[in-house]
């Protein structure tokens, strides 16, 4: 199983700030890596694959970086809507998550 | 409007057997793989099991392998989860998720979850 790691688990912001989350994988996983972000009582909502690819709908703020074993989500200008908890997964073998990186203010 | 509904859970004893549902609109079905993902405050986010386009091809999670099965009625635009010889350890929110169109199991649209507590 490819174990995936997160950090911060919890990051204090404020909107308008530029963030950058990190996720790290125990072995790599090419760019086969998605980043969902998900608000108290919903679904996680996908927005990134492929490192770097962003999903149909998500704003051009949110970008995705990375190969192999390390990879970053950057939010470049932080909006309200967008303090949530910010998960990693791999795909390269079965799917696993990371356990999650908190934005909050 | 591409909307995933989740129903069948509930509260189930240890041993027992539940069947969860997803019915799906908005896009064409026999197009996409499905899966089912779980979540739990202490594990986090867990994949549980997937199904081929035309249920063909099937996976699952080691947690869950044997006991768990998945399907689908692409006539129904239906994805569904029988779950069996259930455990404590299997209480989780069941999310039903559409795969994305490129090469991998990652996760386009995500259903509201259904809660299943295992307990006696």
């Known amino acids: 199983e490819v174990v995936m790691t997160q950090s911060p688990a919890t990051l204090s912001v404020s909107p308008g700030e530029r963030v950058a989350l990190t996720c790290r994988a125990s072995q790599s996983v090419r760019t086969n890596l998605a980043w969902y972000h998900q608000k108290p009582g919903q679904a996680p909502r996908l927005l990134i694959y492929?490192?770097?690819t962003r999903a149909t709908g998500i704003p051009a703020r949110f970008s995705g970086s990375g190969s192999g074993t390390e990879f970053t989500l950057t939010i470049s200008s932080l909006q309200s809507e967008d303090f949530a908890v910010y998960y990693c997964q791999q795909y390269d073998n079965w799917p696993t998550f990371g356990p999650g990186t908190k934005v909050d203010i | 409007e591409v909307q995933l509904v989740v129903s069948g859970g509930g509260l189930v004893q240890p041993g027992g057997s539940l069947r969860l549902s997803c019915a799906v609109s908005?896009?064409?079905?026999?197009?996409?793989?499905m899966s089912w993902v779980r979540q739990t405050p202490g594990r986090g986010l867990e994949w549980v099991a997937n199904i081929k386009y035309d249920g063909s091809e099937k996976n699952y999670g080691d947690s869950v392998k044997g006991r768990f099965t998945i399907s689908r009625d692409n006539a129904k635009n239906a994805v569904g989860l029988q779950m069996n010889s259930l455990r404590a350890e299997d209480t989780a929110v069941y999310f039903c998720a559409r795969e994305g169109l490129s090469w991998g199991y990652y996760m386009d649209v995500w259903g509201k979850g259904t809660t299943v507590t295992v307990s006696s």
């Open positions: 492929g490192a770097s």
């Open positions: 908005g896009f064409k079905f026999s197009d996409y793989y």
